[in-house]
C-alpha cells in the first residue's frame, strides 16, 4: 500500500502554553481557548493541546472546552497511561498523539519508543481507533519505530524534529536526511506523516518541503512570536513559509 502524497500542508497550533502564562498567575487569562479560536481564524487546520499528567498547562477543563468550541479538528497529545486513556475515550478528538512523557522534562524530549513499548501501546491503539479516534505517535525519524508504527496499525506518525533544529550545518543536513527517509518510508505503508517539534519561520522550510508529510505541529514558538506581532499574523506568517516550501 502507498500513501498518497498529500497536496495541502496542514499547520496544528499547539496552544499549551498559553495555559502556562495563565497558570503563571493563576488568573482565568489568557484563555487557551480564545488562542485556538484565534488561530483556527488565521488559517490553522488544527489544534493540539497536551494535557500532561501533572496538569503543568493545559487543563481537564481546557480539553473540555476545546472539544466543544472547535470547528477545525483537535489533536490530544497524551502519554501513554490508562487515565489519559479514558479522559481520550471521553472527549473523543478528531485524533489522539502518544508521546513519550517524563516529569522532570520541560517539553517533550525525544521520541515515543514504540517498539521497545509494544505491547503496553497495542491494546491502547486499538481502544482508541475503535472508538474512532485517529492515532498519531510521536517518534523519531527510525526505521525500528516506524516499522513498529506499522504493526501496531497506527494510521499516523509524527516525526520529532527537535534534533534537526538544535543542529547545524552538516549535522543538521544528515538529519534532514533521516526525516526524509523515514517520511518515504512511512508513507509507503500507507502511513500518514506528520511532523513537529522546534519549529520556526527560520529552518521549517526544508521539513514542510518533504513530499510525504501532510502536517505540521508548531506551538512554543508560534506563541513567543505572538507576544510581539499577535497570534493571528504569527500563524499567517508560518502559513506562508510553509506553503512557500510547498
Do not use: W
Amino acid at each position: 500500500m502507498s500513501g498518497h502524497l498529500p497536496d495541502h500542508l496542514r499547520l496544528g497550533v499547539n496552544i499549551d502554553h498559553v495555559a502556562t502564562v495563565r497558570n503563571a498567575r493563576g488568573a482565568g487569562y489568557p484563555d487557551p481557548v480564545r488562542a485556538a479560536l484565534l488561530a483556527a481564524e488565521a488559517g490553522a487546520d488544527g489544534i493540539t493541546a497536551h494535557l500532561r499528567e501533572d496538569r503543568r498547562h493545559i487543563t481537564d477543563d481546557d480539553i473540555a472546552r476545546l472539544a466543544e468550541a472547535l470547528t477545525i479538528p483537535l489533536n490530544f497529545e497524551m502519554a501513554a497511561t490508562a487515565e489519559m486513556l479514558g479522559i481520550a475515550l471521553r472527549h473523543r478528538p478528531h485524533a489522539a498523539c502518544i508521546v513519550p512523557e517524563k516529569r522532570e522534562e520541560r517539553t517533550t524530549e525525544g521520541g515515543l519508543d514504540a517498539a521497545g513499548q509494544f505491547d503496553h501501546l497495542s491494546p491502547m491503539v486499538a481502544d482508541l481507533s475503535a472508538a474512532g479516534i485517529r492515532v498519531s505517535l510521536f517518534i523519531e525519524p527510525d526505521a525500528t519505530q516506524i516499522d513498529a508504527a506499522i504493526r501496531l496499525k497506527a494510521p499516523v506518525v509524527e516525526l520529532h524534529t527537535g534534533r534537526y533544529a538544535e543542529l547545524d550545518g552538516s549535522a543538521r543536513a544528515d538529519e534532514l536526511r533521516r526525516l526524509a527517509d523515514a517520511a518515504a518510508l512511512a508513507a509507503k505503508n500507507g502511513i500518514e506523516v506528520h511532523a513537529g517539534h522546534g519549529l520556526t519561520y527560520d529552518n521549517v522550510g526544508p521539513i514542510a518541503a518533504i513530499p510525504q508529510v501532510a502536517e505540521l505541529n508548531i506551538g512554543h514558538f508560534l506563541i513567543g512570536e505572538a507576544m510581539f506581532v499577535g497570534l493571528g499574523e504569527a500563524v499567517r506568517r508560518m502559513r506562508d513559509a510553509m506553503d512557500a516550501a510547498r
